[in-house]
């Protein structure tokens, strides 16, 4: 699988795109549960039938483009908002930056290094593969100069404590399902989902200022645009200390961001799911 891994990563991206548009098409054929899903949570949303349909080939594109971003030579990026970033840098603190599953999340962290890395690293949290080739992969692949990565472990959150307490970035998708007593309630596109805390405490810390972002997949394998939005333009108020109501608000900027281009937000993904161990959610009015 490696071996192929590093072949595919030689190839232009409009031809990656195409086999990534093949393959979400092929795995939303195949699995009934993947179009259930796919349908109920784009519906919960308020968006159409036709735009959940328009999100299949880009959700196969995000598997298909990582070969070339991880390994391969580097792509197209353009940046709209990029000033939002200088000027959460003018505050002498660290800078939190929250991407949804949305567009292409990896680029983001990447395209970030290469413009701000030296001056201000950045750190992503990360879930780690479970097969032991993938994972040495992409921990591998992944750290880059100005770029490093931190686990979804206790280990990995001291990591963007520190990171973030002295000065540099820090990068997560805050629409991530934590595991049990990670996170609480919140809604999400009008029904709750188990949200994590951990988005709200790293905000939190040392003066961080927090920063939305997200790399649109521009068609025909032309590349990708960076979108910078600063969380204050996006909130009537600052972000609340309380736990709860601070995840309502980062929900809240999360929708926002998922209706700047609802065709590649990840509908597939089970973000309503109870993680083990956690009650379930409490029911609506």
């Known amino acids: 699988m490696r071996s192929l891994f590093v072949a595919l990563s030689h190839l232009p991206l409009p031809v990656l795109h195409g086999l990534g548009w093949w393959l979400g098409w092929s795995s939303f054929l195949l699995s009934p549960r993947y179009r259930r899903r796919l349908f109920a949570h784009a519906q919960q949303a308020g968006f159409s039938r036709r735009v959940a349909l328009s999100s299949v080939g880009e959700s196969g594109k995000l598997v298909a483009e990582l070969p070339r971003l991880w390994l391969g030579r580097p792509v197209r990026v353009g940046w709209e908002g990029a000033a939002c970033i200088e000027a959460a840098q003018a505050h002498g603190a660290g800078v939190l930056f929250l991407t949804p599953h949305l ?55 001291k990591q963007l404590i520190k990171a973030l307490k002295t000065g540099q970035a820090v990068g997560l998708l805050p629409d991530q399902v934590p595991p049990q007593g990670q996170g609480v309630w919140a809604p999400f596109f009008g029904r709750d989902a188990y949200t994590m805390t951990l988005s709200a405490r790293l905000a939190q810390t040392a003066g961080a200022q927090l920063v939305l972002i997200w790399g649109e997949r521009l068609s025909w394998g032309r590349g990708y645009l960076v979108h910078v939005r ?34 590649q937000y990840l509908w597939s993904y089970d973000r309503y799911k109870t993680p083990k161990g956690a009650e379930a959610a409490p029911p609506g009015p």
């Open 103 to 157: 567009g292409c999340f990896e680029i983001t962290a990447q395209a970030y290094a290469q413009r701000f890395g030296a001056a201000q690293p950045v750190t992503v949290l990360y879930r780690p593969a479970r097969q032991a080739w993938l994972s040495e992969l992409m921990t591998t692949a992944r750290n880059r100069p100005g770029l490093h990565t931190a686990p979804t472990t206790l280990a990995g959150v």
């Open 230 to 263: 600063a969380f204050d333009a996006a909130h009537e108020a600052p972000l609340a200390t309380d736990p709860a109501l601070a995840a309502r608000q980062i929900n809240a900027a999360m929708e926002r961001l998922v209706r700047e281009c609802p065709r």
